[in-house]
């Protein structure tokens, strides 16, 4: 079966290590809110029209897309100092539904069968002051889900914390 790979537009797809402040409710919280008519004014994650990635969905059985969180002074998934995952970052996905990278890491459909799991290596979990990286590698049954659209974020704010991304291409097989 043929791969069919789609990348994030060159506005989107990645994103430096920055300071963000935190502003209003955790609501606002999300990358697309937070970046707002700020940097490179980006609202959200961005690939093709949705009438493509349907398309492509509905031609294949599977879909495949990782993420590289940047951080520096932060955590994104695993916090060592308080030995909880109550930072883990939130995804938005293709579907609109919204999971939490560690409470969510099997995304069971209908049924219980898995439509998508969720892989980490966490190297921010230290909150390295020269900088670190989280790789987030979704794998989806059920190619609806993917491409992920944003995230949300909840470690940041600090004048020692800055965070940053790398989304690479979504490819449907």
Same mark, same amino acid.
């Given at each position: 079966?043929?791969?069919?790979?789609?990348? @994030?537009?060159?506005?989107?797809?990645?994103?430096?290590?920055?300071?963000?402040?935190?502003?209003?409710?955790?609501?606002?919280?999300?990358?697309?809110?937070?970046?707002?008519?700020?940097? =490179?004014? $980006?609202q959200r994650l961005?690939?093709?029209?949705?009438?493509?990635? *349907?398309?492509?969905?509905? +031609?294949?059985?599977?879909?495949?897309?990782?993420?590289? @969180?940047?951080?520096?002074?932060?955590?994104? !998934? !695993?916090?060592?100092?308080?030995?909880?995952?109550?930072? @883990?970052?939130?995804?938005?996905?293709? *579907?609109?539904?919204?999971?939490? $990278?560690?409470?969510?890491?099997?995304?069971?459909?209908e049924g219980g069968?898995?439509?998508?799991?969720?892989?980490?290596?966490?190297?921010?979990?230290?909150?390295?002051p020269t900088g670190? $990286? @989280? =790789?987030?590698? +979704?794998?989806? =049954? *059920?190619?609806?889900?993917?491409?992920?659209?944003?995230?949300?974020?909840?470690?940041?704010?600090?004048?020692?914390?800055?965070?940053? !991304? !790398?989304?690479?291409?979504?490819?449907?097989?």
């Amino acid at each position: 079966v043929a791969k069919t790979c789609v990348h @994030a537009t060159p506005e989107s797809k990645a994103l430096r290590l920055v300071n963000l402040r935190k502003s209003g409710s955790e609501g606002s919280w999300w990358l697309s809110k937070l970046l707002e008519g700020n940097i =490179n004014g $980006t609202q959200r994650l961005f690939y093709a029209p949705r009438n493509q990635l *349907n398309f492509l969905q509905l +031609l294949h059985r599977r879909a495949e897309q990782s993420i590289t @969180a940047l951080c520096r002074g932060s955590v994104v !998934y !695993y916090d060592s100092r308080n030995k909880n995952h109550d930072s @883990a970052a939130n995804l938005l996905l293709f *579907n609109g539904k919204v999971i939490n $990278t560690h409470l969510d890491r099997r995304v069971r459909g209908e049924g219980g069968f898995v439509q998508m799991e969720v892989n980490i290596k966490d190297d921010c979990m230290d909150r390295s002051p020269t900088g670190s $990286t @989280a =790789n987030f590698d +979704l794998v989806a =049954n *059920n190619p609806e889900l993917l491409p992920i659209i944003d995230m949300k974020m909840f470690d940041f704010g600090e004048d020692n914390q800055q965070l940053g !991304y !790398y989304v690479n291409e979504v490819c449907f097989s």
